[in-house]
């Protein structure tokens, strides 16, 4: 009996350590919280839902390590393009505590249009995307977006840094 | 009975430990990701440098990079501390050259992938980075005026410059053009300095074109130091096209050390694609060593690259500042985070570049390992990014981690790039 147990124990940690092999290798802290999920949605109002942020990236999905671009709708609670509205973007990880390394630059096109240029993503990661809103006479609001940059969605290698277009 | 059941028990024990003895299994997902490390592709195009694919430009590059007439003692060359024998470093902690620096030598494998030169990124073309080494008082303390002299004096030299950038201007006139002189902001008073800041706007342009000119070469030949496909390569063209002779190019061990990289040590994050670089900035948290001051690594290296001459927004490139390329320039910032970081290495051919960190800390892969398994959360100065994380790293997870890093060393460079050539033109 002695060796029977011994024998199932020996089952029980070879079984045990094979197991995990596949969850062991899922970074943790490179995914969104749960909470988080929600800011996937790439249309989101701002924190007091005074303004309505919907963004597209170009390219599309955004590209690792790549400056890349985002197209902005902004609009106000009742879905009125806001056209003189003052707009700043920055992005961060906020799992790894740093942001990016690059400052975009807002352009304003008209009909609640804006183009924001110069965003680069040097991690693959969870990623958040901030645009502080303010039209004129209205308080600033911050609209929150998050996503995932996999890196094993990556279909080129992230080196073609050089010379964009 | 019991007997029968200890044989299933023992059965059962023995075939769930066979696949990990024998293979490691890989997911889709780790698949994938093994895809982004490799093959290493050429090097990015430099539209900065017109002559980077120049073949001359290369050979003369190749002559200049060994030459030590380039230094202020006529003893030092680009190859003291990037000795191709050395893994293109030094193998010292810190730079050696007229002085004692107080950084690492950086290896120059696949220096043409990166996006910013240096620790600190404070140069941004690797034609306009050369001349800093060249010129700095603890490394090569070579001159501008010097070295365009030289190039202007030598009948070989010159020779083979016309061969590429055409007719040499005319130095001669020691009042204009002195025999020695560069700009040195920090000894304002050097004979070397006066000289260079007595010279007209115009003159001083015509001999920083030159030098510029002796950086495109410089780039052109070190854009062949290029890494050769490493057993990791091999194993990793194996297990996509499902050739198991390939895969065994990868020890079963250092195949365990990549599904860590990969995976739950999550070195991937920053040691990104086929260079594994991200080709940017980090505080990792590294304690201050030493009494020296402080080094601020990229925040200093941002303030630097802003009043740098040789970038590819300024007068020698060979793109307009609003060419795509200087977007990296355009859209730059400098903010507080950037206290304490330096540049993610390169990990092609780590095993041949000890020691390791900006300062050279570390003699030891090992000791490396051993610090991203406990990382140390007392940095020098700034404030040390989460991306690091007590990964709870076994010995055995560091001997596979090593095992792995080991595998990315490929075959040495012919002979025929790694020496100086007769005479600097073919």
């Known amino acids: ?165 | 009975m019991h007997r029968l059941l200890f044989w299933i028990a023992f059965g059962l024990s023995a075939a769930a430990c066979q696949p990990a003895q024998d293979e490691v299994r890989w997911t889709p997902q780790q698949e994938a990701l093994i895809r982004t490390l490799s093959p290493l592709p050429s090097p990015p195009v430099d539209p900065a440098n017109r002559y980077a694919q120049h073949p001359k430009a290369r050979h003369l590059g190749q002559y200049l990079f060994f030459e030590p007439r380039l230094s202020g003692n006529g003893k030092f060359s680009c190859a003291s501390c990037h000795n191709p024998a050395l893994g293109w470093s030094d193998g010292k902690a810190q730079a050696v050259g007229l002085k004692t620096g107080t950084r690492n030598s950086p290896t120059l494998w696949n220096v043409a992938h990166q996006r910013w030169l240096f620790w600190d990124g404070r140069s941004d073309t690797l034609w306009g980075q050369a001349l800093q080494p060249l010129e700095s008082t603890l490394e090569m303390d070579g001159d501008r005026l010097k070295v365009a002299h030289l190039i202007g004096s030598d009948p070989a030299l010159r020779s083979a410059y016309e061969h590429i950038f055409g007719r040499f201007p005319d130095l001669r006139d020691r009042q204009r053009f002195p025999s020695s002189g560069k700009p040195m902001p920090d000894q304002l008073q050097d004979p070397r300095h006066l000289a260079w800041s007595q010279m007209a706007p115009v003159d001083q342009h015509v001999v920083n074109q030159v030098v510029a000119n002796v950086g495109k070469t410089l780039e052109a030949y070190q854009r062949q130091i290029v890494s050769r496909p490493a057993p990791f390569d091999t194993f990793a063209e194996g297990l996509q096209t499902q050739d198991k002779a390939k895969q065994v190019a990868l020890s079963l061990e250092a195949q365990k050390g990549l599904r860590i990289f990969i995976g739950r040590g999550q070195c991937i994050l920053c040691h990104t694609g086929p260079v594994m670089s991200d080709f940017e900035f980090h505080n990792i948290g590294l304690p201050k060593v030493g009494k020296g001051p402080v080094d601020m690594g990229r925040f200093d290296g941002i303030t630097a690259l802003r009043t740098e001459l040789f970038t590819g927004a300024g007068p020698f490139s060979d793109v307009p500042p609003d060419h795509a390329r200087n977007d990296k320039l355009l859209y730059l910032t400098q903010q507080e985070n950037n206290h304490g970081e330096f540049k993610t290495p390169t990990l092609r051919n780590i095993a041949q570049t000890a020691p390791y960190m900006h300062d050279g800390r570390f003699a030891s892969l090992e000791q490396v390992l051993a610090f991203y398994a406990a990382p140390a959360n007392a940095p020098a100065v700034g404030r040390r990014e989460d991306t690091l994380q007590d990964l709870k790293l076994s010995a055995e997870d560091l001997l596979q981690l090593k095992a792995f890093l080991e595998s990315l060393s490929g075959p040495t460079l012919p002979a025929s790039l790694t020496q100086q050539p007769p005479a600097p033109a073919p």
């Open chain 1, 1 to 165: 009996m002695q060796y029977l147990t011994l024998a199932l124990c020996s089952a029980m940690v070879a079984l045990g350590t094979l197991s995990p092999v596949w969850a062991q290798n899922t970074p943790n802290h490179n995914r969104p919280k749960p909470v988080n999920v929600d800011r996937e949605n790439r249309s989101q109002f701002s924190a007091k839902k005074a303004y309505r942020v919907i963004y597209t990236p170009v390219p599309d999905p955004i590209p690792l390590n790549k400056h890349f671009t985002l197209k902005l709708v902004v609009q106000d609670a009742n879905n009125r393009p806001i056209d003189n509205a003052k707009i700043v973007v920055d992005a961060g990880m906020p799992e790894h505590n740093h942001g990016m390394n690059v400052k975009p630059v807002v352009k304003a096109l008209g009909k609640g249009l804006f183009e924001v240029k110069g965003l680069l993503f040097h991690m693959g990661g969870y990623w958040e995307i901030y645009v502080d809103v303010q039209a004129p006479g209205k308080p600033k609001e911050r609209a929150t977006f998050g996503l995932t940059l996999k890196l094993e969605d990556q279909k080129q290698p992230a080196m073609d840094h050089s010379h964009h277009h």
